[in-house]
């Protein structure tokens, strides 16, 4: 197999097994310069302040597993709803989105009135993907996937320890992103290990195969990407070295390819994935267990959300550490064809975009339970601000929003009263409920 690195072809000459000490040529690179210049260096650093080149460092606590937090202070906690609405120049549509740590998804219009929502008991729902009828496929992290029709009842379950993202492939097929504690002593003797799996259910949920994407990468020519940890001790007083938990890849993305972009690299079935330690997105074969291609050090840091374009492009929401940016890349060329960034908005551990028909991009700045609407020149037409915020100032996240055209979505025929119900009032949080999800625009 030939790997395409950065522009350059790179014929490697000897795949590692899984667990040898050996690494993939890199464009002949040895072992020792591949790890001087590609590993992961792991230090001390606080990912707010640090100044780091984008693949210098790997802080030690980003090595531990850790919960996310549920949101962000923010000053102006009074803000809520539709802030900014440039009628003229915004993409119209409804906006689907969850929020953190609510078992609900919302379907809003331009102006933030209601449209219809879903609601279980149970945990939050972390990732929902909405299909045209009404359906949705849920995420509850580490819990369960299951989907639910438009009326929120229950069409299937599968309990499943699932994370961050899913992807239903052309033919029905579900890949979800889903992780387990693993004793592995060649990446750490004494640490357990968080493996990163691609699990594949059928369109009624049942599973059908599980993929270890640790096996796969340290099998492949970008094995010398992988951090190396085998020395590190990171445990804490009083801990013991098997209670600590490396969160060795960090995959939060996957989207599985239909065929509709014309090319090799982008035939039906092949899977683009997010690996955020270590800074890189690839298009993978997951029946081959080829990396096809790779684009992310040095350009990228604790990306999310790269998502695939009709022309071919990717579309990525790059974290970075003090401040974000949208990047848009040519897979083919490795040319960075458009960037967004203000200096200030910011997302540290979440974040998501999509790019519109009218060439304009929605960013989901998940942390801060912001999400806004730019144009190709970066003029700001549509912004709005989760309305779930506690009596301390928090406001909670949101992890993607995504808008849909009314025709895309034919199960709706108009607002629907009896789901006229605000976040507010499912939050639980404090607060009185209000009569809809609405915010007046106030610039």
Known sequence: MTLVLAGCRVEPEETPAAGSGSAAGLDGLTRSAAETTVRQVVGDVDPRTAEVQPTAALPRQQLRAMAYTAGTFDPDAELEGVLLHDHERAWPGLNFFTSRDLPAAFLMDMDGRMVH?????????????????????????????????AASEIVWHTPLRAHHDHSRSSDGRIFVLTNRLEEIPEIHPRHKILADYVTVLSAQGEVLEEIGLIPLLRRSPIAALLPYVADLDLTREGEAP?????????????????????????????????????????????????VLWFWGPFNLVRQHHPTLLPDGNLLVFNNRLKTSQIVEVDPRTFDVEWTYEDGEFFSLLRGSNQ????????????????VFEVTAEGDEVWRFANLQVDDKGVRSAIWRMVRFAPEELP?????????????????????????????????
């Open 355 to 370: 790019r519109l028909s009218n060439g304009n991009t929605l960013i989901t700045e998940s942390d801060t339970g912001y």
């Open 117 to 149: 929502r879903w609601r279980r008991r149970g945990g939050g729902w972390q990732h929902a993907e909405l299909l045209p009828d009404g359906q949705v496929i849920v995420l509850v992290r580490d819990q369960a996937i299951f989907q639910v029709d």
């Open 411 to 443: 199960f709706v025929t108009g607002p629907d009263a009896g789901s006229r119900t605000p976040v507010e009032a499912d939050q639980g949080q404090g607060g009185e409920p209000r009569d809809e999800l609405a915010g007046s625009t106030s610039r």
């Open 242 to 290: 098997e209670d600590v938990e490396i969160d060795y890849l960090h995959a939060n993305h996957i989207e599985i390819f239909d065929g509709s972009v014309p090319g090799e690299l982008y035939r039906s079935g092949l899977a683009l994935l997010s690996l955020r330690q270590i800074n890189t997105i690839a298009i993978v074969d997951l029946e081959t267990a080829e």
